[in-house]
């Protein structure tokens, strides 16, 4: 959306979900987006989400949404930060205009990719590295060597050619 000049109007850049959580959050995204609240967290429920944050280049808050989807605000410094930016862009989202991207990263499994083909949104695109038959998943090769598709930021030449072929 910046590359492009375009106003945030998602919650979801500049933070990161655990899988399990990204699907659940999805699940529910009407409750998540419009009605849970969220409750800051000492630690992740995830090892690697508390060992993410301590080798991170500064600490960020982890919040819980609803008191069940584990949120990391990766690029926030501040809780107060990170509520105000949600809330704000929650508020954005047009529901009858949804991509629903997902990304083979973070604990993210193949069962996970199954269960994001299966939500009911119409317009959705899971970046993988495996190449399977499922109406979302977009085949990513040049990562088929890795245990998750690369990061989007430092990689975006490739997420952006991916994401031009399938659109």
């Not at 990161?16 to 959580?21: R, T």
């Not at 991509?99 to 939500?119: P, R, S, V, W, Y």
């Not at 399977?132 to 998750?148: C, V």
């Amino acid at each position: 959306m910046q590359d492009i000049g375009m106003q945030y109007n998602t919650p979801t850049l500049g933070l990161y979900f655990m899988y399990p959580d990204y699907i659940e959050f999805l699940s529910n995204l009407e409750y998540y987006l419009k009605e849970a609240k969220i409750e800051f967290v000492e630690h992740s429920k995830y090892a690697i989400g508390d060992e993410r944050r301590a080798a991170w280049s500064h600490w960020y808050p982890i919040g819980l949404l609803g008191g069940k989807v584990e949120i990391h605000f990766l690029h926030y410094y501040t809780e107060e930060e990170a509520a105000e930016k949600w809330y704000r862009r929650a508020k954005r989202v047009n529901f009858d205009r949804l991509l629903i991207i997902g990304m083979q990263q973070n604990l993210c499994t193949q069962k996970d990719i199954e269960a994001f083909d299966t939500l009911p949104f119409e317009h959705k695109i899971m970046f993988s590295n495996l190449d399977l038959p499922l109406k979302s998943n977009e085949y990513m090769p040049e990562f088929q060597n890795s245990d998750s598709v690369g990061d989007p930021y430092r990689k975006g030449d490739i997420f952006y050619r991916h994401l031009i072929s399938r659109l």
